[in-house]
């Protein structure tokens, strides 16, 4: 069993623990972080959490075996890097930073440190999204060509703190919230990305935030793509993958559609999990020394790198290459 420190216990940060306290076989929470100790104190008291203020006073606790980061964005990469430092593994939500160099940083810290990083997007852990991938693994789709995301997920807007308002903290319209876990989808089948063309549209007149993104893809390989998140539509996800014999698409959690020439069209419907859990027991086989966590570091910098350019490319109303991928 691996104790973890929980850095955060805001929206998400409950979020995580209701999802893995005394549920998980792996990984329990044994101590936590937040600004607000007196309103969360009723919380760690419910799940047998310890409560400070300070990041460092975790740091310093032989006892804590990782850090698990449930901040502000802005702040992942330095607390991942003080992680390492200190010896702690390190399982960091998503985005795991703004800037591609920052990514590097943070990344290259645990490595150094012969520690674990594992980023939280837990939606690889769908059924459906682990059906996709062995399809296209399997090659019978032949030549991936092309691939589409979107997701939209009206929580963009709801249930947040304050920070996530900032524009710094959450560049890109959706692509914080919803958007970076198409990219991590894109990269883990397509491969890096190497150009964006990235537009965003913003609408007045109701409850914000009302806005949109839309991305234009070439991937390293060459292959094509695009992507599309709306904040505040309820929710929805489909990605699509498109080769030279079929395509193959995930549709929500648990569903998935397979066409290939000459065959009936195959839907499929699989049982749910929590993927939370799914993600933070995947952590833990990796702390302990077992398989690697299945999203790798440099599958984890050349999102973030994906990520930035996006957001580059809103900026300037132009395409964006990226020069730093592998």
């Known amino acids: 069993m691996v104790n973890a420190a929980i850095i955060g216990l805001g929206w998400w940060g409950k979020n995580i623990v209701n999802a893995v306290q005394g549920k998980s076989t792996r990984l329990k929470f044994v101590r936590g972080v937040t600004k607000e100790i007196v309103e969360t104190a009723a919380f760690g008291a419910q799940h047998g959490i310890t409560l400070g203020a300070e990041y460092d006073d975790v740091l310093a606790d032989p006892a804590i075996e990782a850090v698990v980061l449930a901040t502000p964005h802005s ?17 960091c939500e998503k985005p795991l930073a703004l800037k591609h160099a920052d990514a590097q940083r ?38 991936l060509m092309h691939i589409e995301g979107h997701y939209s997920n009206e929580n963009s807007s709801n249930f947040f703190a304050g920070w996530r308002d ?64 709306v904040r505040p539509s309820p929710f ?66 050349a999102t973030i790198a994906a990520f930035d350019a996006i957001i580059r490319s809103i900026a300037s109303g132009k395409p964006c290459e990226i020069a730093c991928i592998s």
Request: charged letters at 20%; glycine letters at 12%; aromatic letters at 8%.
């Open 75 to 91: 702040l992942h990469a330095d607390q991942i890097v003080a992680a390492a430092r200190a010896g702690k593994h390190v399982f």
């Open 106 to 143: 943070a990344v290259t810290a645990c490595i150094e440190a012969g520690r674990v990083i594992g980023v939280g997007q837990n939606k690889r852990f769908w059924p459906s999204m682990t059906a996709l991938r062995s399809v296209v693994a399997g090659g019978s789709l032949g030549t």
């Open 166 to 229: 900032e524009p710094a903290e959450t560049p890109g319209a959706g692509m914080t919230g919803t958007g970076i876990h198409i990219l991590d989808a894109f990269v883990g089948m397509a491969g890096p990305v190497a150009r964006v063309d990235a537009r965003f549209t913003s609408m007045q007149g109701g409850h914000d935030p009302r806005d949109t993104i839309s991305v234009l893809f070439q991937f390293k390989n060459g292959m094509s793509g695009t992507l599309g998140a």
């Open 236 to 301: 929805y996800w489909r990605v699509h993958a498109f080769g030279d014999r079929g395509s193959a698409e995930a549709v929500g959690e648990t569903e998935t559609i397979v066409r290939c020439s000459g065959a009936p069209v195959e839907r499929k419907t699989y049982a749910a999990l929590d993927s939370i859990r799914a993600e933070f027991d995947a952590f833990a086989i990796a702390v302990e020394g077992g398989a690697p966590y299945p999203i790798t570091p440099a599958e984890m910098t």
